[in-house]
């Protein structure tokens, strides 16, 4: 049976034309994953060792921002690596060093494995804070720790059996399939953090009224478990609108390529779209550090032991002055 995938590697598969045209696309964009792939596998697991060590976080976002950094780091150690050689292939202009439809397959599979992967853990990540502050009282009830794990875990099956899937049907079909999804994934999450922010609005209100009516204690209770929810939901959003801005030009380019026939352009939309995609697995981490005070700490004690001469900075003690 014919891979279908080899017939997509036909259209992406640059001509002797197209590697004079592109050639400075191919390096900057291979200069510029062999920088990501490092920084990509360094701080994901940082951050997977910072979420484990982590006791302070709700269980359930512990999970989804487990499985959102794991997805991160198998981008770094397998997709990037397989990004790089299809680029060096492609820069030889011998036919004969085009990457092999089998090169293609693996590295089209691990790529939409890990990037269907993520949209779903984004989408989940998405709904968990909804909860939290929907549920308010009754999230911990409902959302349980074993009911997330089996959450999570399918939405890992779902993501092998939609990468599978490109083994089976038209590449044409398969990026249809794809795209719906992922605007389904985006459109969703987008729903959700609207509905946050208008439930942000309404508990803002409820806290004035109980402050006018005076009940402290009241007060006290609301306003500290809003806040933790709102913090949350906060770093999550941006993480959101990261993977929005990152992957939203692939997605433009999947639709294009469905309506246009392959041509320069395409290509180096297509080759720039994979980088952005992967440069968002390097942001991620960033985004944790920035909103997640207590797992920023977490994140400046493990740097010594992924960062060669790190020297963690000792706090300053004051000098008193002599009187």
Not at 76 to 95: C, E, H, I, M, S
């Amino acid at each position: 049976m014919k891979n279908p995938l080899c017939d997509e590697l036909l259209l992406l598969q640059p001509t002797t034309t197209d590697v004079e045209d592109l050639y400075s696309c191919y390096i900057s964009n291979f200069t510029f994953n062999a920088f990501l792939i490092i920084t990509t596998v360094v701080f994901n697991s940082v951050t997977i060792q910072a979420l484990r060590r982590a006791s302070f976080l709700p269980k359930p976002l512990k999970t989804f921002l487990l499985s959102l950094a794991v997805s991160d780091l198998g981008v770094g150690v397998v997709a990037q690596p397989l990004y790089l050689l299809l680029l060096v292939r492609w820069l030889q202009k011998n036919n004969e060093y085009y990457p092999s439809c089998a090169l293609y397959t693996v590295y089209a599979l691990t790529g939409i494995f890990f990037s269907v992967s993520s949209f779903f853990g984004v989408m989940a990540l998405s709904a968990d804070r909804f909860l939290a502050i929907h549920l308010h009282l009754r999230y911990k009830e409902c959302v349980t720790h074993k009911r997330v794990v089996s959450g999570v875990v399918t939405l890992w099956v779902l993501s092998i059996i939609l990468s599978l899937f490109m083994l089976w049907v038209l590449p044409n079909v398969a990026t249809a399939v794809h795209t719906t999804v992922c605007v389904a994934c985006l459109s969703i999450s987008a729903v959700f953090y609207s509905k946050i922010y208008l439930a942000v609005r309404r508990h803002k209100n409820q806290i004035q009224v109980l402050q006018v009516q005076k009940r402290k204690q009241d007060v006290i209770t609301t306003t500290t478990d809003l806040t933790r929810s709102r913090k949350s939901a906060i770093g999550t959003f941006y993480v959101y609108l990261m993977f929005f801005i990152c992957y939203v030009p692939l997605v433009c380019t999947f639709a294009a390529t469905l309506a246009f026939d392959s041509s320069s352009a395409i290509k180096i939309s297509t080759i720039s779209s994979w980088t952005l995609v992967f440069f968002n697995s390097s942001l991620n981490p960033a985004i944790y550090c920035w909103k997640l005070r207590h797992l920023r700490h977490e994140i400046i004690d493990l740097l010594p032991n992924f960062i060669p001469n790190y020297r963690r900075r000792e706090p300053r003690i004051p000098v008193r002055k002599c009187e």
